[in-house]
């Protein structure tokens, strides 16, 4: 027990301070034992059609070498011609077009090889697929009562590997299974109980084996379900008139199971397989099937249910599911169920992972460690280089504990491969891991510079895959060896990856990596960018469209600029439709004649290199429903009958209500439909009430959201028996259109009302006294009937009785009326008034008795007019005045009356048929009221301190007039207003001079008039006093303008004394040739003197004026029209001297002037001549003749110095110039003869030479000769 402690102590130590080399991947160009990196199956199931490939491939330095065993014996290639090893590898070639696959069929092992260690694959059992055929049997035909339960077997040919059975037909279509026939898992087919439909005679077993692709057929099962009495009389004959059955049919039964056939079963299952139960039960009814396991749930993700519920499927089993598992079968009799118990045993399987590669230094310690796990627990052997590590030779620095082997102290020599082998009766673990041995330096495997990219938010990963012996030690900077890394935000894998948690903006830069171990260090350069993540802003929505129409379906979505997007859409979750209905666009899906198929889920999916984003929305399309079908009329009695039908496809929106109508083909022509009855979408059946003597045909309509549907076939014509007419005419009235008849009049009774033939009314009528007759009369074909000589307005009492050949309607009720109406014969008597203010009087009058009226009593009218005023110089008027006072009035109102004013009225009842007679005129007067506005009020003087008013007296006075009252205030401006006076002014008066008012001053004036009611309303007006000195004729002086950098600026004067002042300017249409007056445009300029017009449109004329505003009801102020012309802006050409190579070249030529006239100076100071005869004389062209002094003509010069000109003088007119001996002429030199110079070197004419305006303005200069400096301003000028 101590050895043993202390051997755990130890092994313990070790693994704390050995280096426990992690598994690392060792670069191809250093030495290292083999490694198997791929090989065939344990179970290779091979393809008779094509040859045998059994792989074996490895890698190591030096490459290794392939050999293989079969069945534990060497296997030599080279003794088998049909079996080829590939070049380099291992991997085996067998060729069996020439022999037979079942002689290559063995287990097999592969052993690679390399001076450093051998490693071996595994077990390899290459098997050939067998399908063998289905033996030969007759079947019987089965004969079976309805009801009874029955099993079908199949039992296929036992084949390898185990064919896929299933059921079909001869016209080999899959018969139909549901919950009471369904196929068991080993091919059985199961009824839980037949029915009469189960008879086929094709009911056929397939087995189909996948490997070999063959197909197998069981013999067809003929089953014939018959009833009780059909299987006696089909049965009798062959079994001698004896009944096979009895006479007692199948009863419904509680269920029993068919499969298990006993209580209870038990079931075993290895860990990671699938497990599958199955519980089949017959009964009647059929049974329905549930599962549970007792102590536990069933695990959700793992489990399914098939074959209708009687399979139980779990998948990836694991110890946990172990335990009882019960299916119960249930129907309405009673249940049975069945428990099944299940044990999970396990192959083996690694604990961790399979044994890791160690690579280690001379001098280092580590561990190999082999854990595994297995029910039950498996077996772990060790082997080296292929051999049991027991038989090989011993190693000190080896030690085997149990599934792990300790390494110390290891030396250069010490690299093998070692095998573990973990084993159990239900599999095993084969694992190679070698120990290398070696002395490295670090190296980093991932590339330099590579470029990582990640989405903010994101964990980045960023690679440090190295190498090296010792294992290096690896460190992260970022930007700079200086440059730290956050361990909030950072962390360092034991491989060496850098992760950052969630990745950010700052994140992204340049990251080094450094390798380093005893014998070196080495560092890597690697870039991440973070990248913005796809994100969809707009979702598909969830859309309704009718067929037929178009949708579209949004999906706007936001990535990083950097990254290449594609757009990609779905439809439940598969590939859109290859139809060119389906336009995709950048951001939207476009779905043109939307068809019923087209519903469903679509989503859009946006994808980068990086990331993706997703959205999801419902399709729905809705049509209006079609028309019901299969119309059936039952329960039919005399008046009603049971409609019911099948509803048409409401196409994804429910129906609301279904429409029935009929059509009476008795009573009206064929097409004629009428609306019966509604009833809500969930109903299809309606219990309609209907009339006799109709002749019905029905159809339905179905509504839903979108509209109607066409309307279902007609049913049947159901025809209902006349009877006597159960509804008497509505709508009865009695009046009368004369004054001694009485009109009756009715609603006729409609065909479905009529109940039978010959309808006809009778028509009763009596006075509305006690004990008076009826008097009757049958009416036919109309809805009206005339009594005549009736007395004047008399009650009557009125039946009408509906009366067809099958009898009368019930008693109808009486309706009441009264005969006709004629003139009332009184007047009211007697009338008063009352005059109750000067605008207002009530007339009073006594109603007049009914029995006068003679009619319907509408109201009394009161006719009122006004016979003038009580002044004496008001006309008299006459126009009468009508108030109408419905109904049994004794009194009204008179409003809107005139006050001091004489009026005459009277007062008539009226009825239905017209007015009666007026009664007595009466007269009244109305009292004095306040007086009108004054007809005018004017300014007949004006002064510098007073002004004169004149006035009117008002046309209403309303009464006597007893003065009149004159307000007055000064304006000081829009809004200022001065002190308030009151002159107090008689009756008779019609003007006043208004005294002490300030000069230049505008008052305002209120006038109004008085009686002894008290003041009326005030005429207004202005005026304004005059000034010191003459007041120009207009306000407005000088209206100018002048062209500025923003626009025209206009200024002005003005004297008036408005200070709302504005600048109207509109484009001047005469100018520019159109037509039309336009809008005036207004710009505010309040105190100034000048204003700039800007915004104004290039090259159009404008008419401006100032306007001066005053007061509301004055006349604005307008000054004279200024047209302003806009200069149209110069087209964008480049300016020439504002270029470079143009200022060089004048710069250039100025020079040569200079130099010139240098020259020409110094020739004068020598006294020269130069005879520019002969060179003038070669030109005859005017332009080069010497200009005279009268008509600003070239002359000729003189070469004679006694009539050489003096300075400042002119050439004389005789103008002759002599040539002397001089052969020398400017003319010869390089701006030739368009220029000329008098002999003295001055300047005759234009630089140019051409210009004839130029010549002659220069013609009247003095011809004194420039000095250099005035010549150089002058070109300085030109430029």
């Known amino acids: 027990m101590v050895m043993k402690r202390r051997r755990r102590m130890t092994t313990l130590m070790l693994m704390v301070l050995g280096h426990l080399a992690s598994a690392l991947e060792v670069p191809l160009d250093l030495p290292q034992p083999p490694t198997i990196t791929q090989q065939s199956p344990k179970d290779y199931i091979i393809d008779p059609r094509e040859s045998i490939l059994i792989h074996c491939e490895a890698k190591g330095k030096p490459h290794p070498s392939f050999s293989w065993t079969r069945n534990g014996s060497h296997f030599d290639v080279d003794e088998h011609p049909?079996?080829?090893?590939?070049?380099?590898?291992?991997?085996?070639?067998?060729?069996?077009?020439?022999?037979?696959?079942?002689?290559?069929?063995?287990?097999?092992?592969?052993?690679?090889?390399?001076?450093?260690?051998?490693?071996?694959?595994?077990?390899?059992?290459?098997?050939?697929?067998?399908?063998?055929?289905?033996?030969?049997?007759?079947?019987?035909p089965i004969i079976i009562q309805e009801g009874v339960a029955l099993v079908l077997p199949?039992?296929?040919?036992?084949?390898?590997?185990?064919?896929?059975?299933?059921?079909?037909?001869?016209?080999?279509?899959?018969?139909?299974?549901?919950?009471?026939?369904?196929?068991?898992?080993?091919?059985?087919?199961?009824?839980?109980?037949?029915?009469?439909?189960?008879?086929?005679?094709?009911?056929?077993?397939?087995?189909?084996?996948?490997?070999?692709?063959?197909?197998?057929?069981?013999?067809?099962?003929?089953?014939?379900?018959?009833?009780?009495?059909?299987?006696?009389?089909?049965?009798?004959?062959?079994?001698?008139?004896?009944?096979?059955?009895?006479?007692?049919?199948?009863?419904?039964?509680?269920?029993?199971?068919?499969?298990?056939?006993?209580?209870?079963?038990?079931?075993?299952?290895?860990?990671?397989?699938?497990?599958e139960m199955e519980c089949i039960a017959e009964g009647l009814p059929t049974p329905d099937i549930s599962w549970a396991k007792v102590g536990g749930e069933l695990p959700a993700t793992r489990t399914s249910f098939l074959h209708h519920q009687k399979t139980l499927r779990i998948a990836n089993v694991s110890e946990a599911d172990a335990g009882e598992y019960q299916c119960t079968a249930r129907n309405k009799h009673g249940s049975v169920?069945?428990?099944?118990?299940?044990?999970?045993?396990?192959?083996?399987?690694?604990?961790?992972?399979?044994?890791?590669?160690?690579?280690?230094?001379?001098?280092?310690?580590?561990?190999?460690t082999c854990r595994a796990s297995g029910t039950p627990k498996p077996d772990i052997q060790w082997a080296i280089n292929g051999m049991a590590i027991e038989n090989s030779p011993k190693d000190p620095s080896r030690k085997v504990e149990e599934d792990s082997i300790i390494f110390s102290q290891v030396q250069t020599g010490s690299s093998a491969v070692y095998q573990c082998n973990v084993s159990n009766q239900y599999g095993y673990l084969l694992a190679n891991a070698f120990v290398n041995v070696l002395s490295e330096p670090p190296r980093v495997l991932t590339p330099a510079n590579k470029v990582y990219q990640v989405i903010r938010n994101q964990p980045a990963l960023l690679d440090c895959t190295s190498f090296g012996s010792p294992i290096p030690k690896i460190t992260w900077f970022k930007d700079s060896r200086s440059g730290t890394l956050d361990a909030e935000t950072h962390s360092v894998h034991d491989n060496g990856t850098l992760e950052i948690g969630v990745a950010q903006p700052k994140h992204g830069g340049k990251y080094t990596c450094v390798a380093r171990n005893s014998l070196g260090i080495y560092e890597n350069h690697v870039h991440l960018e973070v990248k913005e993540p796809t994100r969809i802003l707009k979702q598909p929505e969830y859309r309704v469209v009718q067929r037929g129409r178009s949708v579209v379906l949004e999906c706007k979505v936001k990535h990083d600029p950097?990254?290449?997007?594609?757009?990609?859409?779905?439809?439940?979750?598969?590939?859109?439709?290859?139809?060119?209905?389906?336009?995709?666009?950048?951001?939207?899906?476009?779905?043109?004649?939307?068809?019923?198929?087209?519903?469903g889920?679509?989503?859009?999916?946006?994808?980068?290199?990086?990331?993706?984003?997703?959205?999801?929305?419902?399709?729905?399309?809705?049509?209006?429903?079609?028309?019901?079908?299969?119309?059936?009329?039952?329960?039919?009695?005399k008046r009603s009958v049971q409609l019911t039908w099948i509803p048409g496809d409401e196409h994804n929106s429910p129906i609301q209500k279904f429409v029935i109508q009929y059509e009476d083909t008795l009573h009206h022509h064929r097409g004629h439909w009428h609306n019966l009855t509604e009833v809500p979408g969930t109903k299809t059946t309606a219990h309609l009430k209907l009339s006799p003597y109709v002749h019905y045909t029905f159809r339905v309509l179905a509504l839903n959201s979108m509209g109607v549907s066409q309307p279902s076939f007609p049913s049947k014509v159901y025809k209902t028996e006349a009877a006597a007419p159960d509804d008497n005419p509505t709508d009865v009235h009695g009046f009368g259109t004369e004054h001694n008849n009485l009109v009756i009049s009715w609603k006729p009774l409609s065909g479905l009302q009529a109940n039978g033939p010959g309808l006809h009314y009778r028509v009763m009528w009596r006075q509305k006294v006690m004990d008076s007759d009826w008097t009757a009369v049958t009416v036919a074909n109309n809805s009206k009937f005339v009594v005549s000589t009736t007395p004047t307005f008399v009650p009557y009492e009125i039946k009408i009785q509906a009366v067809n050949d099958y009898g009368a309607a019930p008693e109808p009720t009486i309706a009441h009326g009264y005969s006709g109406e004629d003139l009332p014969l009184a007047a009211p008597d007697p009338v008063q008034v009352f005059v109750l203010n000067s605008s207002l009087a009530e007339v009073h009058w006594e109603p007049v008795p009914l029995?006068?009226?003679?009619?319907?009593?509408?109201?009394?009218?009161?006719?009122?007019?006004?016979?003038?005023?009580?002044?004496?110089?008001?006309?008299?008027?006459?126009?009468?005045?009508?108030?109408?006072?419905?109904?049994?009035?004794?009194?009204?109102?008179?409003?809107?009356?005139?006050?001091?004013?004489?009026?005459?009225?009277?007062?008539?009842?009226?009825?239905?048929?017209?007015?009666?007679?007026?009664?007595?005129?009466?007269?009244?007067?109305?009292?004095?009221?306040?007086?009108?506005?004054?007809?005018?009020?004017?300014?007949?003087?004006?002064?510098?301190?007073?002004?004169?008013?004149?006035?009117?007296?008002?046309?209403?006075?309303?009464?006597?007039?007893?003065?009149?009252?004159?307000?007055?205030?000064?304006?000081?401006?829009?809004?200022?207003?001065?002190?308030e006076e009151e002159l107090a002014l008689a009756a008779n008066e019609s003007s006043v001079t208004v005294p002490d008012l300030k000069f230049s001053t505008r008052y305002k004036f209120y006038l109004n008039a008085k009686t002894h009611k008290g003041a009326g309303p005030a005429v207004t007006m202005e005026a304004v006093t005059i000034m010191d000195e003459a007041p120009p004729a207009s306000p407005f002086g000088s209206l100018n303008s002048s062209l500025g950098e923003d626009g025209p600026l206009i200024s002005w004067e003005y004297w008036g004394l408005e200070k709302n002042l504005y600048l109207e300017y509109i484009v001047d249409n005469s100018k520019q040739g159109e037509g039309g007056d336009g809008v005036w445009q207004k710009e505010l300029v309040n105190g100034s003197q000048n204003f700039v017009l800007r915004g104004l449109k290039e090259g159009l004329s404008y008419k401006v004026r100032l306007v001066a505003k005053g007061h509301a009801d004055q006349e604005l102020q307008r000054s004279q029209e200024l047209t302003v012309t806009v200069p149209a802006v110069a087209s964008r050409q480049v300016d020439i001297a504002t270029q470079g190579w143009f200022i060089g070249l004048m710069c250039a030529i100025a020079l040569l002037i200079l130099i010139i006239l240098i020259i020409c100076f110094i020739q004068r100071n020598k006294g020269g001549k130069y005879p520019v005869k002969e060179k003038e004389d070669a030109h005859t062209d005017p332009e080069f003749q010497p200009m005279k002094d009268e008509d600003c003509t070239f002359g000729e010069y003189s070469d004679n110095e006694d009539h050489k000109p003096l300075k400042g003088s002119r050439t004389p007119s005789s103008g002759t110039v002599k040539r002397d001996n001089s052969d020398d002429s400017l003319v010869d030199y390089g701006e030739g003869g368009d220029g000329q110079f008098n002999e003295d070197g001055s300047f005759i004419g234009q630089y140019s030479g051409k210009s004839a305006s130029r010549d002659t303005a220069e013609g009247h200069e003095s011809s004194e000769a420039p000095s250099p400096i005035h010549a150089i301003n002058s070109l300085n000028s030109f430029v």
């Open 337 to 368: 169920g069945h428990a099944i118990a299940v044990t999970v045993k396990a192959a083996p399987y690694w604990i961790g992972g399979a044994p890791r590669n160690l690579v280690m230094a001379p001098g280092e310690n580590g561990v190999l």
């Open 851 to 979: 029995k006068l009226i003679r009619g319907y009593l509408k109201g009394y009218k009161v006719y009122y007019w006004r016979d003038g005023s009580l002044h004496k110089h008001h006309p008299h008027h006459t126009e009468k005045q009508i108030l109408t006072f419905s109904g049994n009035h004794s009194h009204g109102k008179l409003p809107g009356l005139h006050p001091y004013s004489l009026y005459s009225f009277n007062v008539r009842v009226f009825n239905g048929k017209g007015e009666g007679p007026p009664s007595a005129t009466q007269q009244f007067e109305t009292p004095e009221g306040v007086p009108g506005i004054p007809s005018s009020l004017t300014v007949t003087n004006t002064n510098l301190d007073s002004l004169s008013l004149a006035w009117q007296p008002p046309h209403e006075r309303n009464g006597v007039l007893t003065g009149y009252t004159l307000k007055y205030q000064p304006v000081n401006s829009s809004t200022e207003w001065g002190p």
């Open 154 to 275: 199949c039992r296929p040919p036992a084949g390898f590997p185990p064919p896929v059975v299933f059921w079909m037909d001869n016209n080999f279509q899959r018969l139909p299974q549901s919950k009471r026939v369904s196929q068991s898992l080993n091919g059985d087919l199961f009824f839980s109980n037949v029915l009469r439909q189960d008879s086929r005679n094709d009911y056929i077993c397939y087995a189909r084996f996948p490997r070999t692709q063959t197909i197998q057929q069981k013999q067809p099962i003929s089953v014939k379900v018959l009833d009780l009495d059909a299987i006696n009389d089909t049965m009798a004959a062959f079994y001698n008139d004896t009944d096979l059955f009895g006479e007692d049919p199948v009863d419904e039964r509680r269920p029993t199971f068919l499969t298990p056939s006993v209580p209870s079963s038990s079931k075993m299952v290895l860990r990671g397989q699938v497990l």
């Open 82 to 140: 049909n079996v080829q090893m590939r070049r380099q590898s291992g991997t085996l070639v067998v060729d069996i077009s020439r022999e037979q696959a079942e002689s290559f069929e063995g287990q097999y092992q592969c052993t690679a090889r390399n001076k450093h260690g051998t490693a071996l694959s595994n077990n390899i059992v290459v098997r050939q697929p067998r399908s063998p055929l289905w033996s030969k049997e007759k079947i019987k």
């Open 601 to 637: 889920v679509y989503t859009c999916i946006m994808n980068t290199t990086l990331d993706q984003d997703s959205a999801s929305a419902e399709l729905t399309v809705v049509e209006r429903p079609e028309p019901p079908t299969d119309l059936e009329l039952t329960d039919q009695k």
């Open 562 to 599: 950097s990254l290449v997007p594609t757009m990609t859409w779905l439809k439940d979750h598969s590939e859109l439709p290859d139809d060119d209905r389906f336009l995709v666009d950048s951001d939207s899906l476009t779905i043109s004649d939307v068809m019923e198929s087209d519903a």
